[in-house]
């Protein structure tokens, strides 16, 4: 057995290795995950090599939920609270600040045990070890999965290729602190000896959604002194609309790409430089005016910004888990260095809880659960996620790609194509604005949509009335999806309210509600930094879960591919008399419109 104290005195266990780290924080368990499992692991390789290749639709556990499903779906959700008084309780768990109530779930203690057999039939926990050893599980890509590291703020060490990471890891956070303060404080200046006003953020997808609904979340953390933009789409209507107000000689560029070759970001970038140098008119101020966040230190400095105002991340960092490192500089510098660590120790403790905490007890590994419970046997192909709180309204967005670029997959790491339905599609809106969209559907539409309600118990704005409407409306919408109406009630109601018998007959129908869809529940005391990053694991690792299931690599996004290339081959036709050959009527007929379009020239292509 192997102990070890953390920074904070405390101690913890962990399933590193399928190591006993004997140690526990208050209120945890002291029931290491990989130890309960016993199971012996070698960890060369990623599991799936030495894993049977059976599919996981193929094992006894998917059987015995896809009966168990049966079972269920003739239950209503109502009479399960009914039979048992304790059920929230039962289905409830607290961690790292979030409180989750998934008694909304059309699920029984059976239906969970069974679902945890799924997860050890995927080999779950050796997935974990081998993830938190820096093996390649990403391995189409050959790469080690490291956010973890990132925001590991406690005693745990993290190695790549054999090296310990913690170190560079640390480097670069103190570069970023020095950086955030220098500019916070006025101590770095534009060119023209101003004090920079406004930061553009241009980067895309991963390189921009995380930091952009981080700041936007943690608005009320933000100084008014210190303005943020973000500058994603290659849509020239993008950066002009934002730089329209801006001033060169006040704003800083920071251009994050991980590779720094994505077509979008480095077109934004280049035209933003345009701009500045068009009214400050020397590439001397390109120095103070320009910052990157890259691995890929050869293109920053062909771009033309100095290396020295380069901030590192590395390949072991995946675009849409990498708001933790360098890319989180947009963050840091609207939220300042104390909050930014503060979002990263909230993470780093839902990765201890994620790590250390019984399956069963595992807020992730849970949440995880149920929504492969409703893909796989429910046959649900999407998920809503309403933030019943303005500031979390990118959270959907954010989620979009974690989730479905993660596990959007139709092969197995073994590029077998799987015979299950995989990610499913996210969406959302924060509540109530939802509500009077497209709850409709959720409420009476033919499909089956589980819902996560996300809701902080205290508002950054307690204005009048407002908060209590807010939750009111959070809590009626779970409530309404699970109890739903039935015929005799809306009977009684509208005979109550005096509707003639003629009126009754013909709305009955349209005032039942089917009830028994399922929500989860996760309540936060405030959003705070350290809260929220607790809630991006949560969904990170929740993802992971569902993706070691489904046998997929999360880690990698081909699917992007495709349509980035035919477009370098569209554009490279812009510029012909004619299409090149093979491309079909379709496109050649748009491509020839776009040209019209434009020149007015209808030539012969
Ligand atoms: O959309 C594909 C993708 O590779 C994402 O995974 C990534 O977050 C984004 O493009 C941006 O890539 P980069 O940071 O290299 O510019």
Known sequence: MISGKTTDGSSRVGFIYGITLQIALPGQSQVPYTARKNIEVSLKNPPHMAQDKRSIDQTPEWKALEQHWQDMCCLHMRELFQKDLNRCERFSLSACGLHLD?????????????LLDLARAAELSRWGDSLLAGDKVNTTEGRAVLHMALRNLGYREYQYEGRDIMPDIRAVLSRMRTFTEDVRSGRWLGYTGQRISDIVSIGIGGSSLGPKMVCEALRPYQWDDLRIHFV???????????????NPATTLFVIASKTFTTQETITNAESARDWLLKSLFSEAAVERHFVAVSTNTEAVAEFGINPANMFEF????????SLWSAIGLPIALAIGMESFEELLLGAHDMDEHFVEEPPETNMPIILALLGIW?????????????????????????LQQLDMESNGKRVTRDGVPVSY?????????PGTDAQHSFFQLIHQGTRLIPTDFVLPLRSHNPIGSHHDKLVANCLAQAQALMTGRTEEEALHEMRAAKVDEESIEQLLPHRVFPGNRPSNMLVMDKLTP???????ALYEHKIFVQGIVWGVDSFDQWGVELGKQLAGHILQNFKKTACSPGVDCSTASLIRRYHLAITGDDDER
Not at 314 to 321: H, I, L, P
Not at 421 to 429: A, H, L, R, S, Y
Request: charged share 15%.
């Open 232 to 246: 994603s789409n290659v849509d020239g209507s993008h950066l002009a609309q934002t730089l329209r107000t801006l």
């Open 102 to 114: 998934y008694s909304k779930n059309l699920i029984d203690a059976k239906g969970m045990d069974l």
């Open 530 to 536: 350290r809260v929220l990053g607790a809630l991006i």
């Open 314 to 321: 590395w390949e072991w960092v995946g675009g849409r888990y």
């Open 374 to 398: 409703y893909t796989n046997f429910g046959q649900a192909d999407s998920y809503a996620v309403i933030p019943y709180d303005q500031y979390l309204r990118y959270l959907p967005a954010f």
């Open 421 to 429: 339905q995989t990610g499913p599609v996210v969406w959302g809106e």
